[in-house]
């Protein structure tokens, strides 16, 4: 049985990724791949607990990177591996890429000690496939507000981390540009699922 193919989903809050999960799922499914879908923070029970302090109880920068590991080294030993051991593919909302943005670009945690950590819990686990939906902050705060939502401890930072997060993952892109693929999210949702689909059917193509 051949690997399962693992596809997570990056960009700042309000880029739209929530959407975009469910778009990519049911993609996924329709080419009838067996599919997981997960979270981080979160995808397991402990996951979840870590992800609720996480997102509401204030900590030291260095506190949040190591919680955020913690929860990533159990999500990958009792979610995604096994998944992609089975064959199935796996579609994650945010992975390792979202720390080196928001605690590395966002908290100013320092490459090194994101590295030394990324060495340890996740090795050399990466996904074949990730989606950055970029979008400038400014119109991201502006999305959120409309929609009502109730902002959590990253959501209420000040535009000076979003812009530090955004920078850091289309630094990240420009690092691994066969992996990390930027789609504007400003644009039309129709335009980018299209977008979506072709990276999809070229990864199904890349199994044949």
Avoid: C
Avoid at 22 to 28: E, G, Q
Avoid at 56 to 83: D, G, K, N, Q, Y
Avoid at 174 to 187: E, G
């Amino acid at each position: 049985m051949s690997r399962g193919k693992f596809i997570s989903l990056e960009g700042i809050d309000g880029a739209g990724k929530s959407t975009h999960v469910v778009y990519l799922a049911n993609l996924v499914r329709s080419l009838e791949q067996p599919l997981v879908v997960t979270r981080e923070p979160g995808g397991t029970p402990l996951g979840e607990k870590l992800r609720a302090l996480v997102l509401s109880e204030p900590m030291h920068a260095e506190t949040e990177t190591l919680l955020m590991f913690a929860a990533r080294r159990e999500h990958i030993e009792r979610v995604i591996s096994p998944a992609l051991e089975r064959g199935d593919w796996v579609v994650s909302d945010r992975f390792t890429d979202a720390s080196y943005a928001y605690q590395g670009g966002g908290r100013n945690v320092s490459q090194q000690k994101l590295q030394q950590i990324e060495a340890w819990t996740v090795a050399d686990l990466a996904p074949d496939l990730t989606l950055l939906f970029d979008l400038d902050p400014t119109i991201a705060k502006n999305r959120q507000s409309n929609a009502g939502i109730i902002p959590d401890r990253f959501e209420q930072e000040q535009q000076a981390f979003f812009k530090g997060v955004r920078n850091k993952y289309l630094e990240r892109a420009a690092s691994f540009p066969q992996r990390i693929k930027v789609l504007d999210a400003s644009m039309p949702i129709a335009v980018i699922q299209e977008q979506i689909k072709t990276l999809v059917f070229a990864l199904v193509a890349e199994t044949k």
